[in-house]
């Protein structure tokens, strides 16, 4: 001690260094400058594409190597701006439909931003964010109807809280305590169970947890792309004769190719005779539960053992956020709990609180739940329910829409606010129609008009819109149907030759 004041003493000492700047007036006057042009840009967001390919210079400024010394924070925002700002995916805009997510919403991002200058550790302890944190899950318990006494978390999405929902059904059901020993010493083959249209997250799941990938079993499912409930039996008998361990099955409430819901009410009651855990990944579903005009398709989401729900998609919260809900409270928190000797708990003082770290894998975890407490303060439930309405009355007009245009084919009818269809192209098959389709989706995406996404159902590529948007217009749907149709006509007029990419794959033939 002597010796360190010595070497240190006041008279040679270098002043210490901190990360506040030295003159705050400055940052505050810069951040206000943020502030506005961040309003600006989400109140012109319609006015500007929906993405766009970025110049050679702007990817080049991203291999720049690891900055040494001091840049003004001025000069680093300029950078932002041009090529960051400048760039964003898209998923804000209102015709911006790809794959499945929200468009965040201002009141989230301040959220975000307060959260992150509060700098709370969300592991746990004794602190207003650990309690919003335990409120937010009570909240979404309330949503889908779960009993107070439940369990719950906050975690970086729906992928890992399906990880976490079906790592507690694993425990529960496999038998021997696989904390202790681990998979290999459970006696039989644990099975689970889910539809051929399960997200690929599950696969990600079964492997993480040791079970391997066939353990998963994928049941074939309706012509309304629901799992078959008779099929799903039987493979159940199969199993259990073949000396297996049917442990879980796993309803989806919104299939990402069309949106169909499992027949809930008939797993939670299959799940019960054959006494499996039941799951449910409602990461696009679930919340329909609070949508007055259709909360009747998500019936029987409140009898699951765990539900994968996800805030940052029909919520719209800026990512990340997803939550899992599990009944069984003592099962959640047996399943992830340890107490190493520096986080043990306190009678009073900062490590009274609850240890938050105790529900799931990671151990610092970040301050999610203001920025989806201030929006649901804001607007209430009611108006998120109103809007998850509003998106599935859409997906319906669309679905008409595209009926009622010779040109475009529906591949399958929408159930929610999924919409899967084609352009037709005259007397176009296989590979060719593949191709043209595919043409139209990048040059709607490349001239800014429109992000859609593709994929295949019943066996037949197709564009696909997911309106998961609190932007989207009646005339933003119109625009899609008469864009689609210029760019299928444009691309398919003879003479035209398609890309040659895409060609490619179905040999070297030219349109038309
Ligand atoms: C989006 C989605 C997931 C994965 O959720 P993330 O938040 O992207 O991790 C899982 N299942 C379904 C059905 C989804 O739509």
Known sequence: MDAMLKATGTAGMV?????????????????????DDAVDYLRDVRERPVWQEMPAEVREFFAAPLPQSAQPLAQIYGEVVENVMAYPMGNIHPRF?????????????????????????????????????SQVVDWCKQMMGFPPLASGTLVSGGSMANIIGLTVARNVKAGIDVREHGVAAIDKPLRFYGSDQLHSCHRK????????????????????????????????????????????????????????????QALARLAAQEDLWFHVDGCIGALIAIAPKNSHRVAGIEHADSIALDPHKWLHAPFEVGCVLIRDASAHRNTFAVTPEYLESTPRGLASGQWLHDFGLQTSRGFRALKVWMALKQYGIEKFG?????????????????????????????????????????GLTGERQKALNTEIMLRLQEDGIAALSDTTVHGQHCLRVAINNHRTRRDDLDLLVRETVRLGQEISRPGTALPSPLVAEGGREAAG
């Open 386 to 426: 109103r809007l998850i309405d509003q998106n599935i009355a859409q997906g319906h007009m669309l679905g008409t829409l595209i009926e009622a245009e010779p040109l475009l084919e529906l591949i399958a009818p929408p159930n929610i606010n999924i919409v899967c269809f084609r352009y037709r192209g005259d």
């Open 205 to 264: 799941a079964m492997e993480a947890l040791g079970l391997g990938n066939r353990a998963l079993r994928r049941i074939p499912t309706d012509a309304g792309l629901r799992i078959d409930i008779d099929a799903l039996r039987s493979a159940i008998a199969d199993d259990r004769q073949a000396g297996f361990r049917p442990a879980c099955v796993i309803g989806t409430a919104g299939t990402v190719n069309t949106g169909a819901i499992d027949d809930l």
């Open 15 to 35: 002043a210490e260094e901190t990360l506040d700047p030295v003159d705050w007036a400055d940052v505050q006057a810069l951040s206000h400058q943020i502030v």
């Open 97 to 133: 439909w790809s794959w499945y997510m929200g468009s965040s919403n201002f009141t989230g991002a301040l959220g975000d931003f307060l959260a992150a200058i509060q700098g709370s550790n969300l592991g746990g302890g004794n602190h207003a964010a650990a309690l919003m944190d």
